[in-house]
Nanobody, 120 residues
């Protein structure tokens, strides 16, 4: 069993930065990912990182967001820069066994979610 506990998030003006953290207990996963879900929309992939620290990003955050991982501490962070109002959503971290998966169904465990709000 793996438990994921998220921290960070909050309210920021457009152009600002926020950092999300995810601490995992239990066994280490192949991939750690970040997803987001805006009101009335489906949960969408944001970024993922595997054990070897290879990363993947959705196009809309490429160059603005950076995912990182500390395998020794079993944590994964998402640094979000140049935030836009359309980045507003509840953000979820997830862990899974599929390498750099982008589909939510490929992930086995989920964090509790944290709100990110970007004002214009």
């Amino acid at each position: 069993q793996v438990q994921l506990v998220q921290s960070g998030g909050g309210l920021v003006q457009a152009g600002g930065s926020l950092r999300l953290s995810c601490a995992a207990s239990g066994r280490t996963s192949t991939t750690m990912g970040w997803f987001r879900q805006a009101p009335g929309k489906e949960r969408e992939f944001v970024a993922a990182i595997n054990w070897g620290r290879t990363t993947a990003y959705t196009d809309s955050v490429q160059g603005r967001f950076t995912i990182s991982r500390d395998n020794a501490k079993n944590t994964a962070d998402l640094q979000m820069n140049s935030l836009k109002p359309e980045d507003t959503a509840v953000y979820y971290c997830a862990s899974g066994r599929v390498n750099l998966a982008t589909a939510p169904l490929a992930y086995d465990y989920w964090g509790q979610g944290t709100q990110v709000t970007v004002s214009s």
